[in-house]
């Protein structure tokens, strides 16, 4: 019954750390304010993706809503990743196009997003 309440960094760092079932710190990249992925913040989130680590993406849309999501890896041959939404148990996929333009759409949602920032297990 928690899945449309809001959740803070600790919150995100108990869940990941249930999941992996390891203790560890979450780095964070990206910013609440509006700026995005850099290339550079997507590179890292691909190898993090690579290596087997999951990612709790922030998405918004251009009104604020804000949602996350589980962003479980990313396929370099067809370009998508594949994403779980723990709101409605669902799994789907968004391209690297769409996330670089900012304008993801989640399988759940009739909303574009934009995927601001991101948490994974350091």
Known sequence: SDESKGGTNADVEQALQFASKNSMSIDTLGS?????????????????????RWVVGNVFT????????????????????????????????????????GTIRLTSSELNR?????????
């Open 32 to 52: 609440a304010l509006g700026t995005g992925l850099s290339n550079s913040n997507i590179n890292t989130m691909k190898n993090e993706l690579a290596n087997g």
């Open 114 to 122: 934009e995927l601001l920032w991101v948490q994974y297990c350091r």
């Open 62 to 101: 251009s009104s604020g809503s804000g949602h996350s999501i589980v962003i479980q890896s990313f396929d370099p041959g067809t370009n998508y990743y594949t994403y779980w939404d723990p709101w409605i148990n669902f799994t789907g996929t968004f391209s690297s196009e769409d996330l670089e333009a």
